[in-house]
Nanobody, 115 residues
């Protein structure tokens, strides 16, 4: 059993910053990758950023230069630092981890960017 607990989502003004955090627990002895996705109203869920067990980072172009992904040394927590937030960043943000060949999702945390 794997549990993911996300935190950090809230209402923020455009141009502001937020830091999302996702803590994994349970049977997580072999996490292959950790990632953040988001889903805006009426849109499909999309990848925002990911980091592999080897440290390879991928960040989608729409947030590159504004968002960064990081994890703790124990590789059980993954954070998403979001700077210079835009209205279009409003979405529910989900943490996803890949353990062996199994994917696990968090419950989501709402990020709302206001003008």
């Amino acid at each position: 059993q794997v549990q993911l607990v996300e935190s950090g989502g809230c209402l923020v003004q455009a141009g502001g910053s937020l830091r999302l955090s996702c803590a994994a627990s349970g049977s997580i002895s072999s996490i292959n990758a950790m990632a953040w996705y988001r889903q805006a109203p009426g849109k499909q869920r999309e990848l925002v950023a990911s980091i592999t067990s080897g440290g390879t980072i991928n960040i989608v172009d729409s947030v590159k230069g504004r968002f960064t992904i990081s994890r703790d040394n124990a590789k059980t927590t993954v954070d998403l630092q979001m700077n210079s937030l835009k209205l279009e960043d409003t979405a529910v943000y989900y943490c996803r981890i890949l353990v062996a060949m199994n994917a696990y999702w968090g419950q989501g945390t709402q990020v709302t960017v206001s003008s």
